[in-house]
């Protein structure tokens, strides 16, 4: 009887050291986390103020139905299915400040994601000032006035050339 309850007794310790690392291994393991393919994409991702960007996202493969997309770059825009993925363009405000500005995704199956677009707001480059007497001078027909002159230079070269050429009859044999 002794021994069968120091049986019993070691079966035990060992099924509880079991069920304990069975445990450990199942809290370790990490379940796998919705919406892992939910994603946004602003393409460029640094755009001029007043230029027109593209957005693509992903709801976690539920991309069948609409999503909406809020940016302080640019306010609300929904994004439409396209090819298995949301799709949509919207144009950044020419006055929009330079920045960084959070673009949010939220998707009708609960899902979000964000991105960073950043704004930029270079000034136009002015043109340079018109220096020097090269070709890309300002000045009116000058190109063509240096043209003209130099075909009459080559005609008069080779009219002197025919001319001074000719032998005179009977000058000289």
Known sequence: MQGLRTI????????????????FVLLSVAPARAGE???????????QAGSRVQIRASCD????????????????????PDK??????????GNKQPGEYPVDLRCDNGQTASTTL?????????????????GTAGGRG????????????????????MAGGRRRPGAGS
């Open 8 to 23: 019993n007794r070691a079966l035990s310790a060992v099924l509880t050291l079991v069920g304990l690392v069975g445990a």
């Open 37 to 47: 393919n939910t994603f946004i994409e602003v393409t460029p991702n640094s755009a």
């Open 61 to 80: 493969n539920d991309n069948n139905s609409q999503a909406n997309v809020h940016s302080d770059a640019f306010g609300h825009v929904m994004l439409r």
């Open 84 to 93: 298995g993925f949301l799709t949509g363009s919207v144009t950044i405000p």
């Open 118 to 134: 950043t704004v930029l707001n270079m000034a136009s480059p002015s043109k340079g000032p018109a220096t020097g007497g090269g």
């Open 142 to 161: 000058t190109g063509s006035l240096l043209v003209l002159g130099g075909v009459a230079l080559v005609a008069a070269a080779v009219a002197l050339g």
